[in-house]
């Protein structure tokens, strides 16, 4: 099967300057490649970055683009060009997966065979837009449901696929002695709630029985606009808020190299990841990471985090939209903090649900699913306006 998957404009491949969803798309190439698939990943040029190489036997072309504004409307614009100018370098393939806003529009089906939409990011309100996909794979069932909910007509093409960790995770040393630290990995921006988990830890850190138990608290990840940060503006808010915790509360920065990342993962024994973006978060993999290397994990109540994280049992949950919601959040942590047997308990739970998210797993189901769209017959605008009215009728 010839299968190419076109990336956004923002992020670079190799992801450099970081990307979830570039990783995801990363791994999964390879793993396509290893089954015997010929790939080929279209995105964004960036430095000295060649037009063209193979890496691991992936084909890779990278196309002029810019970093990402802190304009909406600016970077639907330059999600635009960059799309246009995708399809003149398009190859002939039997399945084109991409998750560029205007591509699935553009897309031509004599070169890209069936068109795949990759759906990571809570839909607001363009689903209907693409009638001509054949499939559109959403990370998480809330997600899933939400496609359905904006375009009834499109419900029998969406599937639920999570995203996938890297095999690499389920080899840390999960048995290893952690270190007292409280873990966040994610975008330094305020729907991750990153200023929830520091006035929390800092509630706690009044106790002095928990300062002389020397916990700590660790935030890595990027604030800069152009990697999905809020700016210097909320990173000064942040290093305000934890001004009391001096030398307990620690700015990393970002970190791109995965070895880099499952070694912070590995020696924390907590991974908090408050969001409070209730049409923003899709899917949640920091979590599910920091679940595969063995830390006891905490996510807020978004229905994201329902796919892999039961309350109690595989993680643990805070109601992020409570008025006490730093006291929730601190009390959780209390409780793991408190006691070692309940963090193990959790973190092996969690482990052992993450191992559904392997790559491999994720990789079969894919695979399976692109021959099941490539099956159909192409989905035409008249079939589509039949699907329309079935709906509308059945309202």
């Known amino acids: 099967m010839r299968i190419t998957i076109v990336l956004g404009p923002f992020f670079p491949i190799p992801p450099v300057i970081g990307g979830a969803v570039e990783k995801v798309h990363v791994q999964l190439a390879s793993a396509y490649k290893a089954a015997g698939h010929e790939v080929t990943i ?20 990278r196309i002029p683009s810019t970093d990402r504004s802190s304009s909406l409307v600016a970077n639907l614009f330059l999600d635009f060009v960059y799309a246009v100018r995708a399809l003149f370098f398009l190859p002939r393939s039997d399945v084109t997966v991409t998750n560029s806003f205007w591509l699935p529009l553009l897309l031509h089906r004599r070169t890209a065979g069936k068109i795949y939409v990759h759906v990571a990011r809570f839909p607001k309100h363009q689903m209907g837009l693409y009638f001509r996909a054949d499939r559109l794979q959403a990370v998480s069932q809330a997600i899933a449901k939400a496609i359905m909910a904006q375009a009834p007509s499109l419900a029998d093409r969406v599937v639920c696929i999570g995203n996938p960790v890297p095999e690499a995770y389920f080899d840390a040393q999960t048995e290893a002695e952690r270190n007292r630290t409280v873990l966040f990995v994610g975008r330094l921006a305020r729907e991750k709630g990153v200023h929830l988990l520091i006035e929390a830890f800092a509630l706690l850190m009044r106790d002095p029985r928990r300062q002389r138990q020397e916990w700590k608290l660790r935030i890595v990840g990027p604030h800069d606009v152009s990697q999905g940060g809020d700016g210097d503006e909320y990173l000064s808010e942040l290093r305000d808020l934890a001004a009391p915790l001096g030398t307990a509360c620690e700015f990393l920065g970002p970190i791109f190299e995965q070895n880099d990342l499952i070694a912070q993962y590995s020696a924390a024994s907590i991974f908090a990841y408050p969001s409070v973006a209730e049409t923003g978060e899709a899917f949640g993999l920091a979590p599910l990471e920091a679940m595969a290397t063995g830390c006891a994990a905490i996510v807020s109540d978004l229905r994201c985090f329902d796919d892999f994280i039961e309350d109690g049992r595989s993680g643990m949950r805070f109601d992020h939209k409570a008025r006490n919601r730093v006291e929730r959040l601190a009390a959780v942590l209390s409780g793991l903090m408190a006691s070692r047997e309940l963090r193990d308990r959790i973190a092996g739970n969690g482990r052992r649900v993450a191992e559904n998210f392997r790559t491999s797993r994720i990789a079969e189901k894919m695979l399976d699913d692109f021959a099941n769209a490539a099956a159909t017959a192409p989905i035409a605008l008249l079939g589509w306006r039949h699907s329309r009215e079935k709906a509308w009728s059945s309202d």
């Open 42 to 61: 279209i995105s964004r040029r960036y430095q000295n970055f060649p037009f063209y190489e193979a890496i691991d036997g992936v084909n890779h072309l």
